[in-house]
């Protein structure tokens, strides 16, 4: 089974850049498509950003321009750069295969002024 610690969260203000980072351990990793996704106060989740094994992307409408997905399979790492952040962007992120696999602790974006 894979599991994840996400990190490079913070505090950043409108307009500005995050890299968030995933590392994943378990051996299956290299065989699932994975996603980043986001939980904002009061919202259910939401899935961001998906990328194929073989590195096809998709992206929500709300994010598509300003955030990429991308992943190491030899590392198992999965990385999502984000700019032009907007308020709205604030939530906890998560990464996880597709389908979901046990969630990790995710890191929180917050973006404000």
């Known amino acids: 089974q894979v599991q994840f610690v996400e990190s490079g969260g913070g505090l950043v203000q409108p307009g500005g850049s995050l890299r968030l980072s995933c590392a994943a351990s378990?051996?299956?990793?290299?065989?699932?498509?994975m996603g980043w996704y986001r939980q904002a106060p009061g919202k259910q989740r939401e899935l961001v950003a998906r990328?194929?094994?073989?590195?096809?992307?998709v992206y929500a409408d709300s994010v598509k321009g300003r955030f990429t997905i991308s992943r190491d399979n030899v590392k198992n790492m999965v990385y999502l750069q984000m700019n032009s952040l907007k308020p709205e962007d604030t939530a906890v992120y998560y990464c996880?295969?597709?389908?979901?696999?046990?969630w990790g602790p995710g890191t929180q974006v917050t973006v404000s002024s």
């Open positions: 996880n295969t597709i389908p979901v696999a046990t």
């Open positions: 990328i194929s094994v073989g590195g096809s992307t």
């Open positions: 378990g051996s299956m990793f290299s065989i699932y498509a």
